[in-house]
């Protein structure tokens, strides 16, 4: 599932059979979408939103690596006129995917030419586009996960570095033509503060006012610790030319917390809202710096101090109850915001949708909110492929000895992954290794798991703790060991060229000392873990 909200008033929605859906919020009750599109190739992954000549202009991109054009004529919220939206294709074109902004008629894309690591930056009109490369000391496998413009920059958001590129750069490399895309560098490179590794952040090309910062400055929501968090991008110089500013990056604030689970978090457009979709509440944040209390300590005078973790951290407006949430949980990632008019919408898991709307309530008071009562739920289809069972909480409940475990190949270490847990390699199953590897460490697959430790198999008597599983995993060719326990999970990068075939010599000759690169965490988004933990272990299948 995927939604969007447009002009407060116009809910875009995409369920797990592809159709596009607009709905009417303003709408007396909600029986039906006002318009429909069936031709997208797959799920909707970005979204672009323009002025046009006759009512606001759409692209839309799917993991398909395809992009749609509409035109709807969609009246702001509370405008009174007549109006009859429909969802008419206008233009389409392949090889794109993952949309994030555009500065006129070029249009920028974390994923094109089928490949999920090449961000580039295409011109509508001529189809020309050019390559946003890695920066010097880019880690590889890094996904661009956001970009944004501003004046003459083009600011480039990946897993573990910003990347700050020349507008000037882009036109010239598109002016010389040619289908065959051009690639630029970065003028201007470095990593977050404190080494953070971002999943899912969100730019915005004006920074909020409150962060009083200097002109030609953007902002960078990202997830952490619970928090939806903001760093700063800002130039320290003045200058006509981008390569003579030298811009900074600084952790700036918080814009909002959550309780329990977390299954979205969303900014507004300019940064003064953002919403939070945790496992029971849907909440409505007002970000700002927290007020600054003078406080006398020991004689020594007054200091500023923040105020304590408490309950009404993140300034939340609004909070709502979610009904049903002990047998229906939101769906990750399926949450929108309008800040202009305070409007929220959460998807869940059953397909029902939730509004939230926010006018007139000025206090934070839970109360219900309103589903699409008038369309057919489509649950997603991972949803029903959850395990029969899992390495942290049970066992292969089929006859097997410590003596006799399938395909060992040295001892304590068998590839029959597929034997054990058929689930583990099937690229549909939710918590599969595919999605386990794209989700949790944020790289693209193919992936497949090769080799397990089996003593992951038995539980040995009076063992308290339920024994840690080790793997070995083929990702397009690279090999990571991963570890899953009751609780934890952990996942290392091994050195370029060792294969599973070396592994299981190593593990032979009790060699496997320095085959792991341990100067590095690699990449881990554990909010998507926890989200399928909680999913498993409210609808897990019964034990076979």
């Not at 008419?88 to 994030?100: C, E, Q, R, V, W």
């Not at 002109?215 to 390569?243: K, M």
């Not at 934070?364 to 991972?382: I, M, N, Q, S, Y």
């Not at 549909?428 to 497949?448: C, Q, T």
Request: negative net charge; contains cysteine; proline residues 7%.
């Amino acid at each position: 599932m995927w939604l969007h909200l447009v002009r407060g008033r116009w809910l875009l929605l995409q369920s797990s059979d592809y159709t596009l859906e607009l709905w009417d919020l303003d709408a007396a009750e909600y029986a039906y979408p006002v318009a429909t599109y069936a031709g997208l190739e797959g799920l909707v992954n970005g979204v672009l939103l323009a002025e046009g000549t006759s009512g606001v202009e759409i692209i839309l991109s799917t993991a398909m690596f395809r992009a749609y054009k509409f035109a709807p004529d969609l009246p702001y919220r509370q405008e009174v006129r007549a109006v009859s939206p429909d969802l008419t294709l206008l233009d389409s074109f392949h090889g794109y995917s993952s949309a994030k902004t555009r500065q006129g008629r070029l249009l920028a894309f974390a994923e094109s030419d089928g490949d999920p690591l090449r961000a580039c930056i295409m011109d509508e009109s001529t189809r020309y586009s050019v390559e946003l490369s890695f920066g010097a000391h880019v880690f590889e496998c890094q996904r661009t996960l956001d970009i944004c413009v501003r004046d003459d920059i083009f600011f480039v958001a990946r897993h573990r570095n910003l990347e700050l590129y020349m507008s000037n750069d882009v036109k010239c490399a598109l002016e010389m033509g040619g289908t065959t895309a051009r690639a630029i560098s970065p003028f201007q490179s470095f990593s977050y503060p404190a080494d953070l590794i971002l999943h899912s952040p969100q730019f915005h090309s004006t920074a909020p006012v409150y962060f009083d910062a200097p002109e030609g400055s953007v902002a960078l929501a990202h997830f952490v610790d619970d928090e939806w968090q903001a760093i700063l991008v800002s130039p320290q110089l003045r200058s006509s030319d981008p390569r003579h500013r030298d811009y900074e990056v600084q952790d700036v604030g918080t814009l909002g917390s959550g309780y329990g689970t977390i299954y979205g978090t969303r900014t507004g457009e300019n940064g003064y809202r953002s919403t939070v979709l945790c496992a029971h509440r849907l909440t409505l944040h007002y970000g700002r710096f927290w007020d600054i209390e003078p406080v006398l300590e020991n004689g020594e005078g007054l200091r500023s101090k923040l105020p304590q973790p408490g309950r009404d951290k993140g300034h939340i407006l609004v909070a709502w109850e979610m009904p049903d949430f002990e047998v229906d949980l939101p769906r990750p990632g399926c949450v929108a915001i309008d800040e202009a008019v305070g409007i929220c919408v959460a998807g869940m898991g059953s397909g029902r949708i939730w509004v939230g709307d926010a006018v007139p309530r000025a206090k934070p008071k839970p109360f219900e909110v309103a589903p699409l009562h008038g369309r057919t739920p489509h649950p997603d289809p991972r949803w029903p492929l959850l395990p029969p069972s899992y390495f942290w909480d049970t066992f292969y409940p089929g006859p097997l000895t410590q003596s006799d475990p399938v395909d060992e190949v040295v001892h304590g270490w068998s590839t029959a992954v597929d034997h054990y847990w058929p689930w583990r390699n099937d690229p549909k199953a939710y918590g599969g290794i595919l999605w386990f590897v794209e989700n949790f460490m944020g790289i693209p697959g193919p992936a497949r798991s090769c080799l397990f430790l089996a003593t992951a198999l038995f539980k040995t008597s009076g063992a308290s703790n339920l024994p840690t599983l080790v793997e070995f995993v083929d990702v397009n060719g690279r090999i990571f060991r991963i570890s899953t326990d009751v609780e934890w999970v952990t996942a290392t990068r091994l050195i370029d060229g060792i294969t599973i075939e070396d592994i299981i010599n190593r593990l032979k000759d009790n060699r496997m000392r320095g085959v792991t690169i341990i100067d590095q965490d690699w990449m881990s988004d554990y909010m998507v873990l926890y989200q399928h933990m909680k999913w498993y272990r409210m609808h897990k299948h019964p034990k076979s």
